[in-house]
């Protein structure tokens, strides 16, 4: 079997596409035929060597996976079936979904639901389906579309780009930020934004411990300095979903939008995401949350042996919107 295996070695991480085999796969008790898997920021990270990703060594990369089920121990599961793997530590501590196979904890997968395809599952992947779970925290924290506009930070990724579409599909008033808006804005206004702005504006309005309110809450994957700017002009008991930290993971803040606005700030680990948040999510991502521009998220699909440059360019921010893999693709 063909996989792409990620090694740690005197000279740094590197990625190899090898053969190895099958019986070397982590431990599991079902084993499923990988026809998709995506690249993530964080997959990106792992390939290239510029993020600790990787608990050990060596492991096949890819935090994705979809396919049918090959062998199944667990009554559970049957051979055909047809499944998909998100986060559960893939590509940290056990192998990954950049492989034509993949063996796993059956307490790791889900069904595919009904309404959705392999691919679109992992043109969705670990980004659509964050997003999708930090649309079900802001609203069991009562986020309302008549509490004004959320922010969604990084927009152009894929986490940004999902959280915008369904954020605008579900009523909600959205504005971008990003630093690709004179290259990206009609993208971005094409996913359902109403504006798009630039990281600056957010700073400049959050130099005080609390600023004026502009937003009913917020998405944010960058962290850092944007995340602690954005909290002082968040409205009384609106809510910040909290997941990234490509602008840094230190948060220098105050707690005065805490405790004297009630403002949320909502962690969203999907690694661990409990299994039965985790398929109603999946569930809602396959019917009312289902991304509308699927299409034109997912810009490019690319084979196991593009990885390598693919992940260089998603580090360097070249990339807007989602990569999907195809496994068998030449």
């Known amino acids: 079997m063909q996989a792409l295996r990620i090694y740690k070695t005197d000279d740094g991480t ?4 090898e053969q190895m085999d099958q019986n070397d796969l982590s431990e599991g008790n079902v084993l499923i035929r990988v026809r998709y898997s995506s690249v993530n920021y964080k997959d990106a990270l792992a390939v290239t060597g510029k993020g600790k990703i990787l608990w050990r060594h060596p492991l096949n990369g890819g935090i994705d996976a979809a396919g049918a089920v090959e062998q199944s121990e667990d009554d559970r599961f049957a051979p055909g079936d047809e499944v998909v793997v998100t986060g559960y530590h893939l ?11 993949l063996r796993v904890p059956a307490e790791c997968v889900v069904p595919l639901p009904a309404g959705l395809s392999l691919y679109e599952s992992m043109a969705i992947g670990t980004a659509g389906f964050t997003a999708g779970f930090a649309l079900r925290r802001l609203g069991d924290n009562h986020l309302r579309p008549d509490m004004g506009p959320i922010a969604v930070t990084g927009a152009t990724g894929g986490v940004g780009s999902y959280a915008i579409d369904m954020l605008s599909k579900a009523g909600f008033d959205v504005t971008a930020v990003t630093r690709k808006a004179d290259r990206a804005g009609d993208y971005l206004k094409s996913l359902g934004a109403s504006r798009v702005i630039d990281p600056e504006e957010i700073l400049e309005g959050g130099r005080k411990p609390l600023g004026t309110i502009h937003y ?15 909290a002082p002009q968040v409205r009384q008991y609106g809510s910040i979903a909290a997941v990234g930290l490509a602008g840094g993971f230190k948060l220098e803040t105050t707690v005065m939008p805490f405790i004297l606005r009630g403002v949320n ?24 949350h289902k991304p509308d521009h699927l299409d034109s998220i997912a810009t490019q699909t690319v084979g196991l042996k593009d990885l390598p440059d693919v992940c260089e360019s998603i580090v360097a921010g070249d990339i807007v919107g989602r990569t999907v893999v195809d496994i068998d693709k030449a």
Request: aromatic share 8%; hydrophobic share 35%; with cysteine.
């Open 14 to 17: 590197q990625a190899r596409l």
């Open 91 to 101: 590509s940290e501590n056990r192998d990954g979904g950049y492989a034509e196979y």
């Open 216 to 230: 009913g809450g917020g998405v944010d994957s960058v962290g850092g300095p944007l995340l602690a700017a954005l």
């Open 265 to 288: 700030l909502l962690g969203i680990h999907s690694v661990e995401c409990p299994m039965p948040w985790r398929q109603q999510i999946w569930e809602d991502l396959a019917g009312r």
